[in-house]
């Protein structure tokens, strides 16, 4: 009888460890999801950070590029302005003297 309840009390105390090493291996699981979930959020945001620095900077770089460029197109029509503005004025010039006759 005494082996019997001895048998008994280690199977009860096997069933309880496997119990404890059920639920430790499921805290264990449920804190790695937990440290995935963190990091994937912090990498999300790192990446979303990342992105929007990208985005500002080829705004930054378009709008002084756009300057650049706007400016380079009024430096030039004002060169052929003042190019053909001599000639633009002969022309009218002559055209008013040939219609006075």
């Known amino acids: ?3 019997i309840a001895k048998i008994k009390q280690a199977e009860a ?3 309880e460890i496997i119990e404890q090493a059920k639920a430790e291996a499921a805290r264990t699981a ?9 990091a994937q959020a912090t990498a999300e945001q790192q ?3 990342a992105i929007d620095a990208a985005v500002a900077q ?3 770089q378009g709008q002084r590029e756009a ?3 706007k ?3 009024e430096s030039r029509r004002a060169a052929l302005r003042n190019e053909t503005q001599g000639k ?3 022309a009218a010039d002559k055209v008013v003297r040939y219609l006075r006759g």
């Open 30 to 38: 449920e804190e790695g999801r937990k440290q995935r979930t963190a």
């Open 47 to 49: 990446r979303r950070k």
């Open 58 to 60: 080829a705004r930054e």
């Open 1 to 3: 009888m005494e082996l």
């Open 88 to 90: 633009i004025d002969a």
């Open 71 to 73: 400016a380079d197109a």
């Open 13 to 15: 105390q096997a069933q």
């Open 67 to 69: 300057a650049a460029l």
